[in-house]
């Protein structure tokens, strides 16, 4: 625990070094410590790297206080949930969501008036609203591999022509491939 707390900190005064880039991945963190909000209270972030740990969410605070991100990486988690506030990150461009445990896709993302990719590919995700999708005005990337999409939403993003959505092919089922006899 010690020398968990040892490397967040390092990581956390690293950070003002390296223009506002904070790397916290493979720390094995459960939460986000409120050390790291206090080590970065003058330290203007930009981008933020929670990937590689054990989060299966991240405080409101956390976009309160570091809201002008333009890059925020929470792959390779535990994460299903996020706190409604992410919608107050006005800069958050590119968000990571990869590798995680989502089944739906938080409206929260669509609201953010700047995100240009979100990656949710290798989640859970069965159902998207793909009206959410096309209405999201900055939106340019969507990455949805490796989730078990329902026909209709496949097919839905697959239609989609205003934003590069990345899909897995679709198999059919055993009991589709019946029907075609």
């Known amino acids: 625990m010690a020398r968990q707390a040892a490397l967040v900190a390092s990581r ?3 950070c003002g070094e390296n223009g506002g880039h904070l ?3 493979e720390c094995q963190l459960c939460q986000v410590p409120d050390a790291v909000f206090h080590l970065m209270r ?3 972030l930009t981008t933020c790297n929670l990937s590689g740990n054990l989060l299966s969410k ?3 605070k ?6 002008l991100i333009t890059e925020l990486n929470l792959s390779h988690n535990k994460m299903s949930k996020l706190p409604e506030e992410l919608g107050d990150c006005i800069e958050l461009q590119r968000l990571d969501l990869s590798h995680n445990s989502f089944v739906n896709l938080p409206n929260v993302v669509f609201r953010l008036p700047k ?3 979100i990656f949710v590919n290798n989640n859970y995700i069965m ?16 990455d949805v591999r490796e989730n078990p999409l329902t026909i209709k939403s496949h097919d839905g993003l697959g239609k989609i022509t205003n934003v590069r959505v990345t899909l897995t092919p679709r198999e059919l089922e055993e009991w589709e491939e019946d029907l075609d006899v």
């Open 12 to 14: 956390c005064l690293e």
């Open 23 to 25: 790397d916290l991945s």
């Open 42 to 44: 003058n330290t203007p």
């Open 58 to 60: 991240i405080p409101p």
């Open 62 to 67: 956390f976009a309160l206080k570091f809201c």
């Open 115 to 117: 995100v240009k990719a």
């Open 127 to 142: 159902d998207l609203e793909v009206e959410e999708v096309q209405k999201a005005k900055t939106l340019e990337e969507l």
